[in-house]
């Protein structure tokens, strides 16, 4: 894909949108990112446009997204919070379908258990903790999975992640399929694989762990 496309970032002031938005910008992108409130934001870029408004807004979603050819959704939520993970998603490819943008990466948690994963004992209890402990997460995690599914019209990718650790450091990143192959992974190899996959076709309609 042509590196003067531009990205539309979803939780772009998130541990992980942050990274993504930095990176992109490095590698040539032109990046357009959604805020709550610009006057919170940590950092500065020049070279970032920036979009305030609420992400459950289709409006605002169509506002970010005209003129953009990639979808990048890393938007997080306070655990105390009914999550709106499988709403946002939706909204997203409503509008994407719109205006014919097909190309979207996403994240989720490695808790999320899908048809075809075959996850060592360990990971399964902790998968099974995580429902235990946040049942209304997993639910709307496994209905934003059906959404995704329904939606082969979108060129979608679903990146599983492990425990986010805030560093600049970076390590050889493991992929797999079926499992997480690891417990942790920084926010910075995380932006580099997400980037990564704006080009790449191994993992549409696919959902991969990544991990150190």
């Not at 209304?136 to 986010?164: C, G, H, S, Y």
Request: net charge positive; with cysteine.
């Amino acid at each position: 894909m042509d590196r003067r496309y531009k990205i539309a970032i979803i939780g772009g002031t998130g541990r992980v949108g942050r990274y993504v938005a930095a990176h992109a910008v490095r590698e040539g992108y032109q990046v357009r990112m959604l805020v709550r409130d610009r006057n919170r934001l940590t950092y500065h870029d020049e070279q970032i446009k920036v979009i305030e408004g609420q992400v459950q807004e289709l409006n605002t979603l169509r506002t970010l997204l005209e003129g953009c050819d990639i979808v990048i959704n890393t938007f997080g939520q306070p655990a105390k919070e009914d999550p709106i993970y499988s709403k946002v998603t939706a909204d997203l490819f409503r509008v994407m379908n719109e205006l014919n943008i097909s190309r979207y990466i996403g994240v989720s948690g490695a808790s999320l258990t899908i048809n075809g994963d075959k996850k060592n004992v360990i990971n399964r209890i902790g998968a099974s903790l995580f429902k235990l402990f946040f049942p209304k997460l997993i639910t709307d995690k496994l209905l934003e999975w059906d959404i995704m599914l329904a939606n082969k019209q979108i060129d979608w990718t679903l990146i599983r992640l492990p425990f986010v650790i805030d560093s600049l450091q970076s390590k050889r990143i493991k992929e797999s399929l079926i499992d997480m192959p690891g417990t942790k992974i920084t926010n910075q190899d995380i932006a580099a694989f997400i980037v990564s996959q704006i080009n790449a076709r191994t993992y549409v309609h696919r959902a991969p762990f990544i991990s150190h």
